[in-house]
């Protein structure tokens, strides 16, 4: 079973930076894809970023050019570098990882203050 445990949310004046993580539990972390996603209160979730396992990368168009998706295969971690905060990032921010079924973490809450 997979587990996932995202932290490092938090509130954060605009034009702030913020660094999530996503720790993985079990072997497959490292070949599997994982992605950040989060959901502002009333909206629905919605897709923020991927990193395959060879390390590409994908980008929703609004975070492009201020999120950087990374991953440490050694921890088994996934990390969501922030930058250039907008208030419009606030939301709850969930780690998915997919292989061959989809794993979800808990969420942590980012909050930007305009």
């Known amino acids: 079973q997979v587990q996932l445990v995202e932290s490092g949310g938090g509130l954060v004046q605009a034009g702030g930076s913020l660094r999530l993580s996503c720790a993985a539990s079990?072997?497959?972390?490292?070949?599997?894809?994982m992605g950040w996603y989060r959901q502002a209160p009333g909206k629905q979730r919605e897709w923020v970023a991927t990193i395959t396992s060879g390390g590409t990368t994908l980008y929703a168009d609004s975070v492009k050019g201020r999120f950087t998706i990374s991953r440490d295969n050694a921890k088994n971690t996934v990390y969501l570098q922030m930058n250039n905060l907008k208030p419009d990032d606030t939301a709850v921010y969930f780690c998915?990882?997919?292989?061959?079924?989809?794993?979800w973490g808990q969420g942590t809450q980012v909050t930007v203050s305009s």
């Open positions: 079990g072997s497959i972390s490292s070949i599997a894809i």
């Open positions: 998915k990882l997919s292989y061959f079924r989809d794993y």
